[in-house]
């Protein structure tokens, strides 16, 4: 917006580096320019602003496939004027001299100019393609269609506005349809997880499984070596018996040889002995046999003293003492 100071009789306007001021007097341009700044009348000048820098212009708009689904368009233009005059000629850029405000809405025009042109090429593009195409394309051919046709627009070319870039942010069908084309991709996702999934539980199957074959060759290995520590066992228990039983024998037979002996010895030394008894008793038969009574009495006495028990008191009675003295005598 351009700054107009008000004096009497005359106005003074000062433009902006991004704008265009023209004047036009009885139909003629006085002067025209970026940033300009003059003086000039209010009741003779007709002044224009058209900005020249570049303006960015959001769309959305609705477009219809060839199956009759609808879809969102979601793009952004980049504009500017490059013919200014050209531009105020077609689209009302006239200011109030008193306030610098537009008279009319001129960049609404621009915009409308543009969104029905750039519509227009994105339905065509969009009306050749079914649904399942126009969302497998992308926003690439839509791009290129809404660049190209902007570009060789003539009302465009006429009007002095001129088409920087095009930028396509989302082509999107109704949220139902959307869902619709991605269960498709989401259960093929599902699926790609679900075979992941059991492969890998697969994996861990045949892993487990290993484990127990492992397990159960570890076992019957354990099973097969302890057999053989029993049998290795008994084996040494069975020798260990018969090494005793050969080392019982061996020593029964010699203590059945040395019992022998020292039975043989003891009859031997028995009848030694008996013979050495029997020799002695004769010897002393033959010693007694010559003997007198009074003798044998007395050795009889002796032997008897010798095998009496031992006698510490005795006691003797009168009757017993005449008795022996009387037999004594009668003795004598």
Known sequence: MADIARYPLVR????????????????????AGVGAAFWFRPLSAV????????????????????????????????FRVTNPAMAAGRIDFSIDPETGLWRG?????????LTESAQQYAIDVLATADLSAAM???????????????????RLSETGIAVVGVRVVAVRPEPEVEKALRTPTRE????????????RRA??????????????????ELARREEQLVAQR???????????AAAGAV??????????????????????????????????????????????????????AENLPKIETLVLSPDLVSRALAQLGSAR
């Open 12 to 31: 003074h306007l000062r433009g902006s580096g991004t704008a265009h001021v023209e004047q036009i007097r009885n139909g003629k341009t006085v002067r």
């Open 47 to 78: 002044l224009n602003e058209v900005p020249v820098d570049d303006r960015e212009l959001p769309l959305m708009f609705h477009a219809r496939t060839s199956d009759f689904q609808d879809v969102t368009v979601q793009a952004t233009i980049t």
């Open 105 to 113: 809405t001129p960049l609404d025009q621009v915009a409308g100019l």
């Open 136 to 154: 497998a394309g992308g926003v690439g051919p839509l791009r290129s269609a809404i660049a190209e046709g902007l570009a060789g627009d003539e």
């Open 188 to 199: 093929q996702v599902q699926q790609e997880a679900d075979k992941a999934t059991f492969e």
């Open 203 to 220: 994996v861990a199957v045949e892993r487990e499984r290993a484990i127990g074959e492992n397990e159960l060759q570890t076992q019957i």
């Open 234 to 244: 008994g084996a040494n228990a069975r020798r260990e018996a018969e090494e005793n």
């Open 251 to 304: 020593a029964a037979a010699a203590e059945a040889r040395r019992t022998v002996t020292l039975a043989e010895a003891r009859a031997e030394g028995t009848r030694l002995t008996g013979a050495a008894q029997g020799g002695a008793e004769a010897a002393r038969v033959a010693a007694y046999r010559d003997a007198s009574e009074t003798v044998l009495l007395a050795l009889a006495v002796k032997e008897l």
